[in-house]
């Protein structure tokens, strides 16, 4: 993550003067496509809720109130904190972490299977993984629901083939929401790990296994800490989607896996909808999100050194 | 000589490709021992099998008596210096040297204590906090010494560990290493493809070509007495000439230079018939015409310590010679013809 563009000198001269012209566009692309949304959001965080949908150019903290605080049913007791809401971030922590790590544990056997491939078949390979992606997300999520529904091609076969005497209850489990973030998020974590294991030098392998390493500790101590970046790249792009996820979770989920991304989604839908408290929600998401990536940065950059 | 690592007929295949056809050498204790040999000729795959990075396809090696064919590369007591140092990146210098240490369960303080004596004799103590990436190609060369003969293997594989280097370092790391081989006693096979490395520090050399073994020997042996053409062609400069063997009589063989000129040489159980000589350049010496090896000097080139001459027989053959570059001698000019002589024994008769 650390390093990505060399230091340059003094401000504005040379290379920065021609350049800066030509950085417009993309100083345009993250201004609207990344600070207005942003900006946009946090306000709205600030606003008063309108009834049927929309809002109210009121500024006030409700939102966050309703997040974190709780005053009884009727608003007439002594304020306490509102666990619901820190539950609900919690369980999707959780979820995101559990999906994060079944990604890892699948992800770097096939990325590490990839880059070991002759260089030709590798291309093949990493064409092959990306091919389910073709399809759209939702209709992905879709099909997976009906694989592994009660009277599904899965509990079918299964029961077909005399395993089991009833249909395996999936749908609506915390396990069919993981199954579809490992499905939904998987590449992202194959590609960033594949990249670092093909840049490995496996000279660095042997020199471990010449100094009297065996195979376990030579994973362990040489070749983990040198893909490490690719491991950790991956990690982040599949926990930030997955904790913000809401297709996997609505469709496989039921009322128990209810997770933070449909929590901001229904905030948004309908006239049940709460803008400033969905906006409240994404916000401290966000927040979330940013001191986790700060805090790897930081340690990061302690580690190489400065 | 009691022998450390015996190698019986070491066959290796890459599918269709052959890398080592049938290679046997006894090298012995506390041994130099060098393999010298063009550019893939085997010397790196001979290396990977002793260290167990290839199984070998036919024949064995023995260490010490025992074949050590089903031991796997950790379980073998052999370090290996890799051509490109093979440097873990993200451990300091200290911990790459103990890195081998560890592995065999020796506690911290020991092994960071035995590390940074490592250290200290390649002289570098000072950069033992360093990463591997904050230090010359000359210093990581000599970390990746240290790591290797830290766990004090009883043989140490070297390949090519100075050829990355500019001269200056090359020379005197060519100095250190022997004398590191020799407080140490350990066995240190080394490869390379730079004779005037193998010729200055081994104690032996095996010349390989194209898999198999040329010729094992002192680098007297190989330099005066080379057993055939490639040999005397691949070590030093020589002058390879046509010759006719006309008789063989008590080991020693009457032959006809190109230019007519008659010679003898020693000859080891060699029939009459066509064969070569080689003649190396520094046993020319120049005289007054009118012998029989009369050459027409063509070239004059300056080599700063020397001057080579590039002659021509008037049968049309070439022949270089050296003399030293000192102000006495007088240097012929380009054209001129001169008389030369062959020292006592210059002449080999080569077996092919
Ligand atoms: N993994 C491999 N697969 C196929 N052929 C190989 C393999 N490794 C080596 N070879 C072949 O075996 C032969 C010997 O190679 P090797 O690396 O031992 O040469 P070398 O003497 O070390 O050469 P250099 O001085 O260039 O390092 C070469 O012809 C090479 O092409
Ligand atoms: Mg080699």
Known sequence: ?????????????????????????TWAMIGIFLVLPVALMAVYSFLTKEFRGGVIWDFTTAAYDQFFVTRGLFGDEPAAIEWTYIGIFWRSIWQAGVATLVCLIV?????????????????????????????????????????????????????GLGLIDGPLPLVNTNLAVQLGLFYSYLPFMVLPIYAAV????????????DLYASRWVT???????????????????????????FLAPDLLGGAKTFMIGSLIEEQFKGSQGNWPFGAACAMILMTLVMIVLIAYARQQSRAEGG | MNVSVDIRQVVKRYGTVTALHGVSMAIGENEFFTLLGP???????????????????????????QNIAALEPNHRPVNTVFQQYALFPHMTVRDNVAFGLKMKGMGLAERNARAGKMLEMVHLSAFADRLPAQLSGGQQQRVALARALAPEPKVLLLDEPLSALDLKLRQAMRVELKQLQETTGITFIFVTHDQEEALTMSDRIAVMSQGHVQQIGTARDIYEAPVNRFVADFIGETNLLPVTVESVAQGVAAVTLPGGHRITCAAAGMAPGPHHVSIRPERLSIV????????????????????????????GAALHLRMQNSARGQVPAPGTRIGLQL?????????D
């Open chain 2, 288 to 315: 007054p015409t009118g012998g029989d090896l009369d050459v027409v000097v063509e070239r004059v080139v300056y080599l700063g310590s020397d001057l080579q001459l590039l002659t021509r027989l008037d049968s």
């Open chain 1, 1 to 25: 993550m650390a390093g990505f563009a060399p230091k340059t000198g003094a401000e504005g001269t040379g290379y920065t003067r021609i350049v800066g012209p030509l950085l417009l566009p």
């Open chain 2, 343 to 351: 020292e006592e024994g210059a002449a080999r008769l080569l077996a």
């Open chain 1, 198 to 209: 093909e840049r490995y030098n496996f000279a660095l392998s042997e020199a471990a296994a």
């Open chain 1, 219 to 245: 994973l362990r101590e040489i070749v983990l800490p040198v893909v490490r970046p690719g491991i950790i790249a991956g990690c982040i792009l599949v926990f930030v989607p997955s904790l913000g996820a």
């Open chain 1, 107 to 159: 992800g770097f056997p096939t990325a590490w299977f990839i880059a070991t491939r002759p260089p030709a078949s590798r291309q093949l390979w990493l064409f092959l993984i990306t091919i389910p992606y073709w399809v759209n997300l939702l209709i992905r999520t879709v099909s997976l629901k009906f694989l592994i529904r009660d009277n599904g091609p899965l509990n079918e076969s299964l029961m």
């Open chain 2, 39 to 65: 550019s893939g000729c085997g010397k790196t795959t001979l290396l990977r099998c002793i260290a167990g990075f290839e199984d070998v396809s036919g024949g064995e090696i023995r260490l010490h008596g």
